[in-house]
């Protein structure tokens, strides 16, 4: 879809993230639609855009998906129908090179959450997300999640923000630090872990997926601090939640608003999850994520599916260019239990810019400190 944005696209300036959005600089975007419900999708966004339907491109087959990749320039994503066969979705998923592929339905679906999870998908969207949040999605797919440059290998109209490498210092430093701590503390997580089988029946550890550096989903482990099935009341509590900031809906008057979840006194928490909260202890597992790759000790904490998703505006995801870390600005903050939502935004936006070794280690020194604290 050849769709202007001149609120929802990458600036070229180092302080983008505070640029006024109608200064952000127009951008094009391709959508390849297949199957019966993308193409529902297509006509949709044609009646909300019917300027730019030339580039909103339905076809038939991966065949015809193959030419239009070829013959298409600039940034482009492939949005296919959830129920087209697995065989098809792993066939635009090995091809697309380095095109998005976002798998689409017109109602939501758990099921539909844990198919393109196992597909690995860039991406689930559905209908009530609205229109104009599935095309902000989209856009931020088609540049973040595009790596950056189009297949055809040509230089984009302008200059995005690189995706997040780490450096070999860096890299050392994680590796090192995990591994030590780790051996350390075995006979500390042998004794946590059989604490937590002692007071409730369920696994040890609790394992989620979470949106990391450069949007990546990887598995992600902690202690488990809650009892079994505490995920199903979570709609139920949602009143509770410690964040209700509104400062962003006054900018953006959207209704996809950045959104975390946190509840103080969590009623779903266990006795001894309590104090595993308290002294930061159910983070250890986190070490094992760090030396497979997916964090570093230092960076924006990695966010659930659904609070990623709330954060796909350009002005925001830029805290996905950063490394995901156990610890950061955020950790070691002293206002951090009355910290809105754009605070801790701020503060993801503030390390990505000022990132560096130096930093990293100060942040380190100080997290042990700030390691005991209020839920």
Known sequence: MSTVYNDSTLAQTSDWETTPKNSFPSYELSIIFIGEQSHALQDHLTNLSSDHQDRLLRVESINQVSHQLSTISGNKVIVCDINQGENIINALLKDKTNTPVVLYSETYSSLHVDKALSLKADEYLYLNLGLENILEQLLTLGTLKARISAISGEETAFSLPKPFRKSLAKSLLDTTVALILLLLLSPLLLIIIFLIKIESRGPAFYVSKRVGTNYDIFDFYKFRTMKVGANDLRDSLKHLNSYSDTDYKSQDNSSSEPF??????????????????????DELPQLYNVLKGDMSLVGNRPLPIDEAASLTKDRWAVRFLAPSGITGLWQVSRKKESMTVSQRIKLDLKYRKQMSMSKDLKILLKTFPSMLQQE
Do not use: A, M, Y
């Open 260 to 281: 975390f979840f946190k509840i103080k006194n969590d009623p779903r928490v266990t006795k001894i999850g309590r104090f595993l909260r308290k002294t930061s202890l």
